[in-house]
């Protein structure tokens, strides 16, 4: 199913190109903007950009909340989405009783953050298949085995440009996975919120 929709993507990506390209071809070209004059000093970036910089949710390349939400659909976690409030994004939700999942997204569904908690006296993998979600970095295969081997401990480990941490509870254990950056996005988050 996920071949299908990537050929569907790929395919509707191929046809937009295109036809940018056929009306490009038509057309005149645009006129080059005149350069500034040399008596101006470029512009040095504001606080103002640096805050705003700091209130884009930053992502694990590559990924996409539906490689896991649908995943988790196969083993009977049915995912809601939300949008968030404070900022373009999503958050999905799901939860079986053994399993609960949160997924923070951004607008275009790039993983954040992932909270993945287990509930029960026999671990059945379920943090590890978490961790393999597909991403740029080909870490997921790692990730995974690193979390199925250190279940029930608390440990950390960063896996590409994300932070893997593994925590023991009263019942089972949770896993979270934060984008490089991510606890730097929430607290400027907080800030502005004030």
């Known amino acids: 199913m996920k071949k299908l929709l990537m050929l569907v993507m790929c395919a509707a990506l191929a046809a937009s190109v295109c036809a940018c390209r056929g009306d490009e071809a038509g057309s005149t070209p645009a006129p080059e903007p005149a350069s500034a004059p ?8 504001s606080s103002a950009d640096a805050d705003n910089d700091a209130l884009v949710m930053p992502v ?13 659909e196969g083993m009977g976690i049915e995912c ?5 409030n404070s900022t373009d994004g999503y958050y999905f939700e799901g939860s079986d009783g053994a399993h609960t999942i949160t997924v ?19 671990y059945d993998g379920y943090l590890g298949f978490v961790a393999s979600f597909p991403r740029d970095d080909g870490t997921s295969q790692d990730a995974m085995d690193w979390v199925n081997e250190n ?6 480990n960063t896996f590409g440009d994300a ?7 009263d019942n089972g254990g949770y896993l979270t996975i934060k984008a490089a950056g991510y606890d730097d996005y929430s607290l400027a988050l907080l800030e502005a919120a004030g």
């Open 151 to 156: 279940y029930g401990t608390d440990a950390s």
């Open 60 to 72: 694990v390349a590559g990924s996409n909340a539906y490689d896991v939400t649908t995943s988790l």
């Open 163 to 169: 932070t893997y941490e593994l925590h023991v509870s």
């Open 80 to 84: 809601e989405r939300t949008a968030k």
């Open 38 to 45: 040399a008596s101006e000093p470029a512009s040095e970036p």
């Open 104 to 122: 923070e997204t951004d607008k275009d569904y790039a993983v954040g953050y992932i909270r993945a908690d287990f509930a029960g006296s026999e």
